[in-house]
């Protein structure tokens, strides 16, 4: 039988190098970090030229390493992210292997089993952090098969140089959304739809408070205090400069959502019409749970039930970074520290 890890940590993104770093200050532990992406950065390595953080560097960091400053730039953009996960991979030394793509989860008697583009991982515990990036969402909307233009989700923009001149309709009043409709603002012939009218965020507030207003929600919730509402209780977008420029000089004003799609582009419930050449779905995403299915542990909306990051129905495997079901803030860098540390002390604890 080959040698059983203690833990495998599945996905080398920013939670699994936090989870990595956990591990490794607890020291005894024998654990890999199994990664399906060729190079170091996990998913900021795929995103569009223009995106930037929601927060200054030194509050976009991973536990016990300082994101330094880019050079001029309040809000760092995905290169200078990609080089932090690089350096902060190599500082640790964390056991990273990759190419490695996990295909499967089993149980194995005392051990679960990680089945691999590679061959076959036993261990102890698993810490699942594969994120969503690889699982962009499309909303059912009648007639969307029927668009002859070009259609593509968030995961496949780049630059707005490629639209340049045509009619883009954006569909998505989150960040994404909002981001990548202030980047086309200028030279396309620009529509921004949004489910519901868009709500920025005060000006002055980004990623460090958002970040302080998950942690005292959550904290009030342990404490059985009244809840009063997640971040997005403040706002769905944030207000970082290049959009901030875009809606003050009018160009980024959204409309409501269309009903239906055409083949030449959109129709809301009046009758108005737009044409189009492109639409850009910037719709979000859904975790990235399919190796995780041979366990029978999602719940009917999807997730796995979870207590922190723990799995509700097998304490051996632990989640994290899918969202705030799986630690407050989670999702983010500043705000995966607390959740990862959460997890690798359990796993210490569980195994002994």
Do not use: K
Not at 294 to 319: F, K, S
């Amino acid at each position: 039988m080959s040698r059983v890890l203690d833990v495998v940590v599945i996905g080398a993104g920013q939670a699994g190098l936090a989870a990595g770093y956990h591990l490794r200050r607890l020291g005894g532990l024998d654990f890999a970090v199994l990664d399906a992406e060729p190079a170091p950065g996990g998913a900021w390595q795929h995103a569009w030229d223009s995106l930037r953080l929601f927060s200054p560097a030194a509050y976009s960091s991973l536990p016990g390493r300082l994101m330094p400053p880019q050079h001029e730039e309040t809000y760092p953009d995905a290169p200078h992210v990609v080089d932090y996960l690089t350096d902060y991979e190599r500082r640790y030394e964390l056991p990273v292997q990759r190419p490695v793509r996990v295909e499967a989860v089993r149980r194995d008697g005392a051990y679960l089993r990680v089945e691999t583009d590679s061959g076959v991982r036993s261990a102890r515990a698993v810490i699942s952090a594969t994120g969503t990036w690889s699982r962009p969402f499309l909303p059912a909307v009648p007639g969307r098969a029927s668009f002859r233009g070009r259609q593509l989700h968030t995961v496949r923009y780049r630059t707005p140089g490629e639209f340049a001149g045509m009619r883009v309709i954006v569909v998505g009043g989150g960040n994404s959304g909002a981001q990548i409709a202030a980047d086309l603002a200028y030279d396309t012939e620009l529509t921004w739809v949004t489910r519901r009218p868009a709500r920025f965020l005060a000006d002055d507030i980004d990623g460090r408070a958002l970040f302080d207003h998950a942690t005292a929600r959550r904290r009030a919730l342990d404490e059985g205090r009244t809840d009063g509402g997640g971040v997005a209780s403040l706002g769905d977008v944030v207000a970082v400069p290049p959009v901030r420029e875009a809606r003050d000089t009018g160009r980024l004003t959204a409309r409501p959502m269309f009903t239906r799609v055409t083949r030449t582009g959109v129709v809301w419930a009046d009758g108005t019409r737009a044409e189009a050449d492109v639409i850009i779905w910037c719709t979000g995403f859904r975790p990235a749970l399919a190796h995780l299915g041979p366990l029978g542990l999602r719940g009917p909306r999807g997730h796995i039930p979870v207590q922190g990051t723990e799995a509700v129905g097998d304490p051996r495997l632990h989640l994290l970074g899918y969202g705030d079901w799986t630690g407050p803030a989670s999702a983010t860098l500043i705000g995966v520290g607390r959740p990862a540390r959460e997890a690798a002390r359990a796993v210490a604890a569980l195994l002994g």
